[in-house]
């Protein structure tokens, strides 16, 4: 998979900035794993945070933002697709959906 960006925001250097972008990297990986896994489906951002929690994929204290930010880097590199549909989300906002990018 193609390097994906890590925005930091919190002005990070050296061996920390090197750690959140390995871990934007894995974040990513594991995002496209899933939807990898579930090709015929469609998720919002929370859909997908929430099972990658369940599956011990990602820690409780991984934000939906930056979830969000790894689907845009994902779609941005063609890996996936941000649909125009929407769905509530777990707050009862309307939440983008995403599935995996086909030919």
Known sequence: ???VNF???I???GGDLKDGQQQAQTQAQK???FMQEHSTEKFTSC???KNLIQNGKISDRTQES???ARLT???KKGYITKLAELKKGFYGKPNHI???RTA
């Open 73 to 75: 880097d994902l779609s």
């Open 11 to 13: 002005h990070l250097t």
């Open 47 to 49: 859909e997908i945070r």
């Open 7 to 9: 925005y930091n925001t």
């Open 98 to 100: 995403w599935t995996i």
């Open 31 to 33: 995002i496209f794993e």
């Open 1 to 3: 998979m193609e390097k």
């Open 66 to 68: 930056t979830i969000r």
